[in-house]
């Protein structure tokens, strides 16, 4: 099984990374598609609303979790 893996975004004008397990970055990949949004934009939306000291990594796992959860896929 393959590690994490490091990717690039860039939300808001600045450019970052987040290091996912692939199965993660799939998943949200797949939910970006669904939603009809760049990566991108779904990344700053998760960023703009995740806890404070919750790592963008971690708000982007939970949010696939709940993603999954309450769809039932």
Known sequence: MPGPEKHSLTLR???????LEPEFW???AEIARAKQRPVNALASEIDAIRRPGEGLA???RVYCLNHFRNTGA
Do not use: L, P
């Not at 004008?13 to 290091?19: A, I, K, L, M, P």
């Open 13 to 19: 004008g600045h450019r970052t990374s987040v290091t």
């Open 26 to 28: 799939q998943a949200f």
């Open 58 to 60: 971690s708000a982007i």
